[in-house]
């Protein structure tokens, strides 16, 4: 919604609620002549056109010498190159092949197996280890776009002392000297603050350290980490335990507040068991049941059958009331009274999940306080759910402390002096600490401040020390997944700047400085190798798959102490809400999670999957709250609590839960480099050690101000056709393909002038399953490291010219307060019948023998007639020079492989073809033929849900051909007779009856459905 | 009102209308004369390198196969050039105190590589694979020419599409059997085009013309 006029709510709700509408954005629900231009001119107006501070007259003057010397161009002949060969060959390395390294990224400590793809020794792309247990071969956006931030130009490079450049040695005497100076005090004056540590070897390390100098404390605090599951299961158990979910196990799941498809430590595992779960083919046509609870629309409620938006203190609520009804002994208190509204739906659920007694799960999420998760686990524990869908483990970090009371410590320490020596090891306290506690104040009474972080940040210039950190992808390591399996991190490249391991910097206060961070870890590895394997051997193993076998924890046995949680969980009610006032959920960005990628330009300018935002956070409130505060989406409203106020522009997003707002934190970050710094606005300073995940009674003032958000939601729309379809399982049973007649007919194959072309060899093709889609965006990101896509700027997305070459369409459908969502990927579909073909004047798209729809960048001059005539609106206009050519570090991430294009020049997805010459090289050398697999495009390889199939169509045997055989099979606009390769599998839900009746069932089925077909 | 201009005129308008045609002909045919000429593609002019390797004497005189310092030739979509330990292999025992080749010792003392001058340099939006035409029998002299008799390495052919075409679309005038891929003097024996139309048949040679195989 970016027009400035006042919503007209009734006005929505009924052109939502027309039966069969999807819909992507509130604009284009309201028809106004913003959306009508956007829907007909594909980028807004003026966007086409030159209207930068440069003048007419001076493009003129430009325009008349670039004219003059274009037909020069040609004669050109081609500058001198040079061919730098090794001096001595490197082991394992052919030039012109990738090798791939097993390794590990870490997120708030957990790690996901990897493999690294390097070019004569560069890291330029990620992708999952399929034999890591909790990537199977996936990955997520962060993942994706962590090389980007490993050849990041804004990367701390040298070692400073108060902004200094300092040698290493410097700093090792140094800091050995105020070590010293803490041996009398048993080292009662050192503290180490450090981010959620599950690293072995790190925790190995603290741990001598500790032993060394007793009285000296280790600190973890982590704005986004799992603190409240952490604390919840003490809470439960008495005991600090971690608490794994078996999808595939359970029928009926109820996610409370849980995002478990796209963010923690095992959401892609999750993603991967759920899809396969959901998974409707060769005649099996069962579903689980997912209800979520929760009051901002996330990935996780978009793939729910039943979704229910509550406020944030209500959650809460729901959680005590439902527990109580499934025979947990606890005082529902006022819950039932204050979800009156809710009666039916709470009532459904409680059946349901009773009804599927040891085969249900309940699972609470990260940002819910303790409270809430001690009352999901009494609830799996009353469902009889332990054991068969929850499995406990120990858990994996090596010292679980409770993060909230470990900071305030820390900053009541800090106060009182009792600091001499504060060692800040990755973390960036000064942003992220609640508001509170006043971090950056008190931090300055510690005499001796040092930072080790990979860029320099807001905590860096109040420290004395500030040490370069080696990224992941230049140092050893070890980390472990959700489940406990341990990987050894292992370095691709001798680090680019002096940065050192969090390892090495340990070690140099433990006073040894000149300890590798290789044989530091494989020391901690050495009492590991099983019996009667030599350990040199067992570390290759460990190294080269990725995995260290044996480390994945087993199920341990837990009790529940019912009396605890009790009388925690009343104590926790909250206060009920004051009118005038606003709820307020602080939530981790789903794209620069808490602030560490912000600056990543790869994800700031991925949109966002449910508000399409790129580049900024807003205050996200639904449309009745917007209606009821006179603000509407671009108005910058002042938000006030406790004292600290913060500002920050509005957006209206359907789905929230009324007199609720939902603010991404980790944007308006101070500093952070040439990407990051400004870009949004910094919602923490309303964070407390008190309200760590919401902030009640929220003041809300409309400032005069306006703020232009650049969304992409109403960029490349197709107008209201039946793009992306879904029904009910119910009706997929009666009519399996159901999605067919959902849109007009595709005409006759022989509809045609001229004859059809046979494909004889490959015939690619694509096949997209809208079902398993769970809209994390990692094909996006993929697709931008392997492609060389550029990013262009929150100015440019603003006007449309987002160079995505696969976008992730998001609509909604159904009621405004209440929607369902759906995700559609959408890349190029290549259609045999091309019509972005026929109207290039240049031959620079043009129709490969295997059906590719090949775009030659050599031969394009820029008349974007072909852009013009896409129906699918895939095709991406370079407008300026988006590429970077200039910064050095920036060409390392390149892949080899794929032109980088130049300005004036068309782009569009390729179906990865520099994948599929070399998988038909490869079998071409082999003399055989491709077989089913071995290519996969870069979109289908990150995929965590295994959502996109490729292959070859010809052959009858592969997964695509199979899939584009299956009933829920349909063709976007294949009434044009493009006829796409890229085909989708209808999403399916599977509602509950009773609630259907009430809810308004799936969009099939309904009395207007033969009318939506005409249009 | 009287002529300006005297009827003979007629006679020159004409003429120059037909002759520019001509002269627009000539000229397209001259700009494709100098795009095609040694100029512009570089075609037959040799390069000075930092030493003047010479593969007449290693590869004529010695004998010595391609794959021993092209090594990924076969494999990759590169052939590779040779590491400055492979040169000293041999040159640390003889010619090792050549002034010629101190370059050679200099890059292997300080362990700086040697930064030799591209002689056959494809534009940057091609995508050539060695592997696959070695594989497919196309024979190193087929593209690089009688490498063994140059003294200093230049580039046979021009490397411009057509050039390219002409093998993607008639392989079968170009390919031989695999075990004469390396082979500097080979001629075939028979009919050549009934053997390359066999051989294409063995070697499943495709026709390969659609613009993705070598751009993207």
């Known amino acids: ?1015 | 009102m009287p002529q300006i201009f005297h009827r003979s005129t007629n006679t020159l308008a004409r003429l120059s209308i037909f002759g520019a045609i001509f002269v627009i002909g000539l000229l397209s045919w001259v700009g494709a004369e100098i795009n095609r000429s040694s100029y512009v593609t570089q075609a037959r002019v040799a390069r000075r390198q930092p030493v003047p390797f010479s593969h007449r004497h290693h590869v004529g005189g010695i004998g010595i196969d391609c794959r021993y310092c092209h090594a990924s030739v076969e494999t990759s979509a590169v052939a590779g050039i040779p590491p400055t330990k492979t040169c000293m292999k041999c040159h640390s025992q003889i010619w090792a105190d050549s002034p010629t080749l101190e370059p050679v010792r200099e890059s292997f003392r300080s362990g700086k590589s040697l930064a030799w001058t591209r002689v056959h340099d494809l534009p940057d939006f091609v995508y050539f694979d060695h592997s696959i035409h070695v594989n497919k029998g196309v024979g190193c002299v087929t593209c690089h020419g009688r490498v063994d008799q140059m003294p200093l390495t230049w580039q046979e052919n021009s490397l411009q599409m057509e050039w390219c075409l002409n093998c993607h679309r008639h392989p079968e005038r170009y390919v031989r059997p695999r075990d004469k891929v390396f082979d500097m003097e080979w001629e075939p024996e028979e009919d050549p085009l009934a053997l390359g139309l066999r051989l294409v048949r063995d070697y499943r040679i495709q026709r390969l013309d659609s613009c993705s195989t070598c751009h993207r």
């Open chain 1, 1 to 1015: 919604m970016s027009s400035s006029r006042p919503t007209d709510l009734t006005a929505l709700r009924a052109a939502a609620a027309e039966p069969g509408r999807a819909w992507r954005s509130l604009d284009e629900l309201a028809g106004g002549e913003e959306m009508r231009e956007l829907l007909e001119r594909e980028f807004p107006a003026a966007a086409a056109e030159w209207i930068d501070a440069v003048s007419r007259r001076r493009f003129l003057e430009l325009m008349g010498a670039s004219l003059a010397l274009a037909g020069l161009g040609g004669c050109t002949k081609q500058p001198e190159e040079k061919i730098v060969p090794y001096v001595q060959p490197a082991e394992d390395v052919v030039p012109g092949k990738p090798l791939f390294f097993a390794s590990a990224f870490t997120l708030s400590g957990v790690a996901t197996g990897v493999l690294v793809e390097s070019h004569m020794g560069r890291p330029t792309k990620i992708e999952g280890n399929p034999s890591h247990p909790s990537s199977l071969g996936g990955t997520d956006p962060f993942t994706q776009a962590s090389v980007l931030g490993f050849w990041d130009p804004d990367r701390a490079q040298t070692l400073t002392y108060l902004g200094r450049i300092r040698p290493w040695s410097a700093f090792v005497e140094s800091i050995g000297a105020s070590i010293a100076a803490q041996g009398a005090k048993r080292g009662g004056g050192l503290r180490v603050l450090t981010e959620t540590v599950t690293s072995p070897t790190l925790a190995r390390q603290l741990r001598e350290l500790l032993e060394k100098y007793p009285a000296a404390k280790w600190h973890q605090y982590e704005p986004a980490g799992q603190n409240g599951a952490r604390v919840g299961s003490r809470l439960a158990f008495g005991e600090f335990v971690d608490t794994q979910y078996r999808i595939p196990a359970a029928r009926v799941l109820l996610s409370i507040d849980a995002d478990f498809l796209a963010c923690g430590p095992a959401s892609l595992r999750y993603s991967r068991d759920f899809a396969a779960a959901r998974r409707v083919e060769a005649g099996r046509a069962e579903m689980n049941r997912l209800y979520v609870v929760e009051p901002s629309p996330t990935n996780t409620g978009a793939m729910a059958d039943h979704r229910l938006a509550l406020r944030p203190s209500e959650v809460e609520a729901f959680t005590r009331l439902l527990a109580s009804r499934l025979g947990v002994p606890i005082d529902a208190g006022d819950a039932a009274a204050r979800l009156k509204a809710h009666e039916r739906w709470i009532d459904v659920v409680t059946r349901d999940l009773q009804a599927s007694r040891g085969a249900s799960l309940v699972i609470a999420g990260e940002t819910q306080p303790p409270a809430v998760h001690a009352l999901a686990h009494a609830m799996n524990h009353y469902l009889e759910n332990v054991g068969r869908t929850v499995v406990h483990t120990e858990p994996i970090e090596a010292n679980p402390t409770d993060q909230l009371a470990s900071i305030a410590e820390l900053a009541g320490d800090m106060e009182a002096g009792r600091v001499d020596l504060l060692v800040i090891v990755g973390a960036n306290p000064v942003f992220h600490a609640p508001a509170d506690l006043e971090f950056a104040k008190r931090m300055q009474k510690v005499p001796v401040r040092v930072q080790l972080s990979l860029s320099d940040d807001e905590t860096t210039p109040l420290c004395h020390w500030h040490v370069p950190e080696a990224h992941p992808l230049e140092a050893w390591s070890d980390a472990r997944s959700f489940d406990g399996t341990a990987t050894v991190l292992q370095p691709l490249i001798a680090p680019l700047y002096e940065g050192k391991s969090a390892h090495e910097v340990i070690a140099a206060l433990a006073g040894d400085a000149r300890a590798s961070g290789y044989e530091l870890v494989r020391e901690t590895w050495r009492a590991q190798a099983p019996a009667g394997e030599e350990f040199d051997a067992f570390w290759r193993r460990s190294v080269h798959d990725g995995v260290v076998a044996g480390t994945a924890l087993g199920p341990k046995a837990v009790s529940l102490r019912s009396g605890e949680f009790h009388r925690y969980a009343a104590a926790a009610a909250p206060r009920a809400e004051s009118a005038g006032s606003l709820e307020v959920a602080l939530r981790t960005d789903p794209t620069i999670y808490d602030g560490r990628f912000a600056n990543n330009s790869w994800l700031q300018e991925l949109p966002k999957p449910i508000t399409q935002l790129t580049w900024d956070n807003a205050v996200l409130v639904g449309p009745e709250t917007a209606d009821r505060l006179g603000v509407t989406a671009g108005d910058v409203v002042e938000l006030r609590a406790g004292g600290r106020s913060v500002e920050g522009p509005v957006w209206v997003l359907p789905g929230q839960a009324a007199g609720s707002a939902t603010i991404h934190y980790g944007y308006g970050r101070r500093r952070s480099g040439r990407v990051g710094t400004g870009a949004g606005f910094d919602p923490l300073p309303l964070r407390t050690t008190q309200a760590q995940t919401f902030v009640s009674g929220v003041e809300v003032r409309k400032t005069e101000r306006r703020y232009e958000l650049a969304c992409a939601q109403g960029h490349w729309s197709m107008e209201g056709r039946p793009l992306a379809r879904s029904g009910t399982l119910g009706e997929f049973r009666e009519n399996p393909d159901f999605a067919k007649h959902q849109g007009p007919p595709a005409p006759d194959r022989d509809l045609t002038l001229y004859p059809n072309y046979e494909y004889r060899g490959y015939a690619w093709g694509m096949a997209i399953d809208l079902n398993a889609c769970v809209g994390c965006n990692a094909c996006v990101v993929a697709c931008q490291a392997e492609n060389n896509i550029p990013v262009v700027g929150k100015e440019q997305v603003l006007r449309g010219r987002e160079m995505h070459w696969i976008r992730l369409d998001r609509y909604f459908e159904g009621e405004l307060d209440r929607p369902r969502v759906l995700f559609q990927p959408v890349p190029c579909m290549h259609c045999e019948n091309a019509p972005c073909e026929p109207v290039c004047p240049v031959g620079a798209t043009v129709h490969s023998h295997e059906g590719l729809n090949d775009m030659v960048y050599n031969r394009c001059v820029g008349t974007r007639y072909c852009q013009n005539n896409c129906p699918y609106k895939v095709r991406r206009f370079n407008f300026l020079l988006y590429s970077d050519w200039t910064t050095d570090s920036v060409k390392g991430v390149r892949n080899p492989d794929v032109t980088v294009r130049s300005r004036g020049v068309m782009e569009k997805c390729t179906y990865c073809v520099q994948r599929i010459n070399a998988g038909k090289i490869q079998s071409e050398k082999e003399d055989r033929r491709v077989v089913d697999g071995e290519i996969r495009t870069a979109c289908q390889q990150a995929c965590p849900a295994d959502a996109i199939t490729f292959g070859d169509v010809n052959d009858r045997e592969s997964r695509v051909a199979q899939l584009k055989g299956d009933p829920r099979e349909y063709a976007i606009l294949a009434e044009l007779n493009t006829r796409p390769r890229t085909t989708y599998l209808a999403r399916l839900r599977n509602p509950h009856p009773e609630l259907a009746a009430i809810e308004g069932a799936g969009r099939t089925g309904e009395p207007a459905r033969g009318e939506r077909s005409r249009g």
